[in-house]
């Protein structure tokens, strides 16, 4: 039975930072030159939970109060050792009505989320930290040693964005992406179109790693109250076609706490699962149990039984939110270094497979060296296999959540409601993913052939205006590498 979603308000509920001072402040009002109120205040020395916006500022964790007005808000961070005045500004109007995508205008709120929510953490020590590796934020650090470069600097935050009805959405998107502007714009255009709300972590960041996309999603979590249903999916080659109403339905019908999107093959490959048959065999009954979840509508329109993604793909996977938080906490206990780790190595921190001890961690998988959020996952589904959870299900045939991976146009279809299916299966997914390079181009394709569906008429314009080399990318530019390398 799926718990029902309560409307609970961002500071009863979204535990979001851990704030300490060693001295207390009055909280000061004040207008800045556009007329809206700003907030600072440092915390009492007794820790105290916020469900705020909030940045951490020097010496000090400046504070911005969720009872909003539709005035707006801007909080100003001012650095110290010669860095650059920080501002993050929550733009007027709502998700709504002020959503401009050739204006750049990406309306929300937007979330710091301090280095001191994560200290105590093992993501602590990851790149994303470090003085000088996000060049946007960071300012010159020049000044600094190499040896001050190795370590945290506690100033920086993860930046959270989040639409305007995130608080008392029964069903909220979440994604992580660097730049809103390029490419990061697609999940937040397809959710606009189905009038979904949306969290987006890491904008204006440098990636380092898939260890920021699962940081991001920690932050994202955390600044949503209540316990709704979360769909996480990649933010630049996913589209939507279904309403919170209908995302809703189908995970309630699918009976379970965490369903995890699916692909064909088992990436990264670890062997040893090729041969836990007995898990392989809970796994496809599991699957089995979405029956008709999904079916294209119309006469014509024949279940196939094929379920061709057997396998858990990162690009999309949704639970309740503590699910969510549950997976991310079991991802953290199983995250490890190989005992010849050394700090100049980088993060160095992977997830040990399912069913692996430490002495094999280091003696079978020497190259399991960098974080992978799809490893990660794989081994949080492998061992609620071996648990023989019927909570945790794959979805292998789409009847939410669909890769698509590179199937050809002929393949699909318009049922007798105009959801776009998937003929091999006879599923109308309500999340498709491009996850293989060659199937980016179908972005484009979908956008053409489909001009009502899965993006609004502006995003669909962007979209076919992008490049075939980089379909959805608006600036022609492609990020960095992943990389955990120092």
């Known amino acids: ?18 704030a300490s001072s060693s001295t207390s402040a009055n909280n000061a009002f004040r207008r800045d030159e556009s007329g809206l109120e700003t907030s600072s205040s440092s915390a009492s020395s007794s820790c105290k939970r916020y469900g705020i916006l909030a940045a951490a500022g020097l010496g000090a964790l400046f504070v911005l109060s969720s009872s909003k007005t539709n005035s707006g808000v801007t909080l100003t961070t001012t650095r110290g050792g010669g860095r650059p005045e920080h501002v993050a500004s929550v733009k007027l109007g709502s998700f709504e009505t002020g959503y401009d995508l050739d204006a750049n205008a990406f309306d929300g709120d937007v979330w710091h989320v301090p280095f001191e929510f994560y200290r105590d953490t093992k993501w602590a020590q ?36 989040k639409s305007k009805g995130v608080d008392s959405a029964p069903v909220v998107v979440t994604a992580h992406a660097t730049n809103l502007k390029s490419n990061g714009w697609v999940i937040l255009d397809s959710a606009k179109k189905n009038g979904l709300e949306i969290v987006i972590s890491g904008n204006g960041t440098t990636f380092h790693g898939f260890a920021d996309k699962m940081m991001g999603l920690k932050a994202a979590l955390h600044s949503i109250p209540g316990n709704p249903i979360i769909v996480n999916a990649d933010a630049t080659d996913v589209l939507l076609q279904c309403g919170p109403e209908e995302f809703q339905k189908r995970f309630e019908q699918a009976d379970a706490d965490f369903i995890f999107g699916g692909e064909t093959q088992l990436w990264p490959e670890i062997r040893k699962y090729f041969d836990m048959e007995d898990e392989q065999q809970f796994k496809r009954e599991m699957s089995l149990t979405f029956g008709e979840i999904g079916k294209a509508a119309g006469d014509d329109v024949e279940l196939t039984g094929e379920h061709p993604n057997v396998w858990a793909n990162a690009g999309s996977f949704m639970g309740r939110k503590e699910e969510l938080i549950k997976y991310i906490e079991a991802t953290e206990n199983r995250m490890m270094r190989h005992n010849d780790w050394k700090e100049e190595d980088g993060f160095g921190m992977t997830c040990k497979p399912a069913a692996t001890t430490d002495e094999e961690f280091n003696n079978v998988f020497p190259g399991m060296r960098q974080f992978d959020d799809q490893e990660c996952l794989t081994a949080f589904q492998m061992q609620k296999l071996i648990e023989r959870s019927q909570r945790h299900k794959l979805d292998a045939d789409g009847s939410i ?19 776009v299916y998937n003929k091999q299966t006879g599923k109308a997914s309500c ?3 491009f996850n293989n390079p ?16 899965f993006l609004t008429e502006v995003g669909r314009g962007a979209m076919l205006r992008t490049p075939d080399e980089h379909p959805g990318n608006r600036n022609g530019e492609v990020g960095p590498a992943p990389s955990e390398s120092p």
């Open 1 to 18: 039975m799926a718990t029902s979603h309560a409307t609970t308000s961002a500071e009863e509920a979204a535990p979001l930072l851990l």
């Open 126 to 161: 990851a790149k994303f930290w470090r003085p000088g590796s996000n060049a946007d934020l960071d300012g010159d650090v020049t000044m600094l040693s190499e040896e001050e470069k190795m370590h945290p600097d506690e100033k920086k935050y993860m930046p959270v964005f």
């Open 401 to 419: 959540l669909f890769s698509a991976g590179g199937a050809p146009m002929s393949q699909l279809g318009q049922d007798a409601n105009g959801m």
């Open 431 to 433: 999340l498709w993913h």
């Open 438 to 453: 060659s199937a980016k181009i179908r972005l484009k394709d979908f956008a053409n052939a489909y001009p009502t569906k």
